[in-house]
């Protein structure tokens, strides 16, 4: 009965997520809309285009090879099972050995090479400039990446996100290398997703777009599931942050029913202050160059070297 229970809860985990990642896409276009006043689509827009796009027919080129066809299941797999991995309303879930910090950049790192071959798989000159700037892009993040997991990891004795955000409830403390690993965690965030300053979601400038280039040739079914895995990236990444740098509201290994009710209320709040700040801060900054970017992702670079350096000085720092 128990490992019926605890198969359950994983599994409500990871319906959580699917459902959650498109409402927290409008909500942040809503909010967005609201601080340019403007009134803005609601924030159940992005299901009626999952839903558009699933009943329209696929078109595809006639050079397009099976890796074309099959990229978009590879990349919303594997960004899938990244984001129920990341403990949202309770600890010690079923699979949370398997929930590593590693593991998850790991597959989010495999998403993106998928992502980047289908680009390049058609042809055309728009998916090459998308996937060549995507791989320049990630050559910086994954360093930075790495490198937050290594200060998170010194602190809390452990790559496992379980493991860390119990440790982070019961040690709260102020440290400096705490605060670089979470503004180089927040840059990193904001380059993976590609919002602005990095990049537009909402626009196709073609001197500037990286995502929107790579799946520019796809339609349909298979445009569909690659929306609904980058809305899965951002909640995995405002997730990632909420697991680790508050921790609050959780629920225990072992706890009841009411207790992970509490945690997943806890979540939803997390997600809504996660996707307000997302909002502000996208409407506060311009969009930058693309040849600054490298500059933007190597400042969090540097702030996880610096902050691992600091705790190899010092464990209080």
């Not at 997520?17 to 340019?36: E, N, Q, S, Y």
């Not at 009943?55 to 074309?68: E, G, M, Q, T, Y």
């Not at 680009?119 to 060549?132: C, H, K, N, P, Q």
């Amino acid at each position: 009965m128990a490992m019926i229970f605890d198969f359950a809860v994983q599994g409500l985990q990871m319906i959580l997520v699917l459902a959650l990642a498109p409402l927290l896409l409008g909500f942040t276009r809503k909010i967005k809309a609201r601080l340019l006043r403007r009134r803005g689509p609601t924030i159940i827009q992005p299901y009626r285009d999952l839903f558009k796009l699933m009943r329209k027919d696929v078109v595809l080129a006639d050079n397009a090879s099976w890796l074309f066809r099959t990229a978009p299941y590879l990349i919303f797999a594997a960004t899938w099972v990244a984001a129920a991995l990341v403990p949202t309303f309770a600890t010690g879930l079923m699979f949370s050995w398997s929930a590593d910090l590693i593991v998850i950049t790991a597959l989010l790192g495999s998403a993106r090479f998928f992502l980047a071959l289908a680009g390049m798989d058609v042809g055309t000159s728009f998916g090459g400039i998308g996937s060549s700037r995507e791989t320049m892009f990630a050559s910086l993040a994954e360093p930075a990446m790495i490198m937050i997991v290594f200060v998170v990891a010194l602190i809390a004795g452990s790559t496992q996100l379980s493991e860390i955000a119990v440790h982070m409830v019961s040690h709260l403390e102020l440290r400096v290398s705490y605060g670089l690993a979470l503004i180089g965690l927040v840059i990193v965030a904001i380059a993976e997703n590609g919002r602005i300053p990095v990049d537009n979601p909402a626009t196709h400038l073609e001197l500037t777009m990286v995502h929107e280039a790579m799946v520019l040739e796809y339609s349909g079914r298979h445009l569909a599931v690659i929306e609904l895995a980058s809305a899965l990236k951002l909640l995995l990444y405002v997730s990632l942050i909420a697991c680790i740098f508050a921790p609050w509201g959780l629920a225990r290994h072992g706890a009841d029913f009411s207790a992970m009710m509490l945690g997943a209320a806890a979540f939803v709040v997390k997600l809504a202050v996660g996707g307000f700040l997302l909002a502000f801060f996208e409407v506060s900054t311009a969009k930058m160059r693309v040849f600054r970017v490298p500059d933007f992702l190597g400042a969090a670079l540097m702030l996880g070297l610096l902050g691992t350096l600091l705790l190899f000085v010092s464990r209080s720092l």
